[in-house]
């Protein structure tokens, strides 16, 4: 089925107040999803993958830092997914950026990763550059690049498989960024190397992919929209005394 753009954000926001988020965190997940999906990144896949992580997501468990200096900063997601948990760790890393010239922020055990692209497209256009790395599996093993130029709301991305499993590899769930905001970071992707190149999206093609959703729609597994569409009822629920302690997300579907 067809939907609009904003048919898609509203019904998902509906959906993440539903689940339990913050209203903040609703937003930013909802324009997330709606702005990958548009612009040909799989933003509808990516939710209907981990709809069921976020129904069984403690929600009263945010994400930890473990660590932060002028520089760096390490947050742990507990195994949960990218939306409603990575907004604390890249406004750390652009409000370093921003005092500093450059940061650093790691982004441990975290699903979902390539939402984190919707998530950075606004520090970049926040006059930010911004490079996201994370490696996917070991068999083979693949690598991920995404790089916003400073002001630009699309990213270059490639995934490559690297040729040679390195010796002292782990199993790796977490996500690296990397800001500055006095060059455009902007790493060379080599591509006449020999990577073995799985994936190649440059931002012309994205800014394309945009353009027609917006004037063709976009297209919503059936399914999915059902559900989302389950999920929002959860927060039409009346404002009594009495509703307001049944009211929000349970733990699983049935809740």
Not at 81 to 99: D, F, N
Request: aromatic fraction near 6%.
């Amino acid at each position: 089925m067809k939907v609009s753009f904003n048919e898609l954000q509203e019904l998902s926001r509906k959906a993440f107040s539903g689940i339990g988020f913050d209203d903040g965190d609703a937003n930013d997940a909802a324009d997330v999803v709606a702005w990958m999906e548009a612009h040909g990144l799989g933003g509808i896949a990516a939710l209907k993958k981990g709809l069921d992580f976020l129904l069984t997501e403690d929600k009263t468990q945010p994400p930890e830092l473990v660590y932060q200096d002028a520089d760096l900063c390490v947050v742990d997601a507990h195994h949960k997914t990218v939306l409603g948990h990575a907004s604390l760790a890249i406004e750390m890393g652009y409000a370093k950026c921003r005092a500093r010239g450059l940061s650093v922020t790691k982004i441990r055990h975290c699903h979902n990763r390539m939402l984190i692209v919707g998530y950075l497209s606004r520090i970049a256009r926040r006059d930010m550059s911004v490079t996201a790395f994370w490696r996917n599996s070991h068999e083979p093993l693949t690598e991920i690049l995404v790089s916003f130029k400073s002001g630009d709301a699309e990213p270059e991305i490639c995934m490559y498989s690297l040729p040679a499993t390195p010796d002292d590899t782990e199993p790796n769930d977490g996500i690296t960024l990397v800001m500055v905001n006095h060059v455009n970071l902007l790493p060379d992707l080599k591509p006449d190397a020999p990577l073995n190149d799985l994936l190649r999206q440059d931002r012309h093609a994205m800014a394309s992919w945009h353009e027609r959703s917006l004037v063709e729609g976009i297209d919503v597994d059936t399914d999915l929209w059902g559900r989302l569409k389950i999920l929002a009822t959860r927060m039409l629920v009346a404002a009594s005394d009495d509703s307001r302690q049944g009211a929000g997300a349970g733990t699983n579907d049935n809740d």
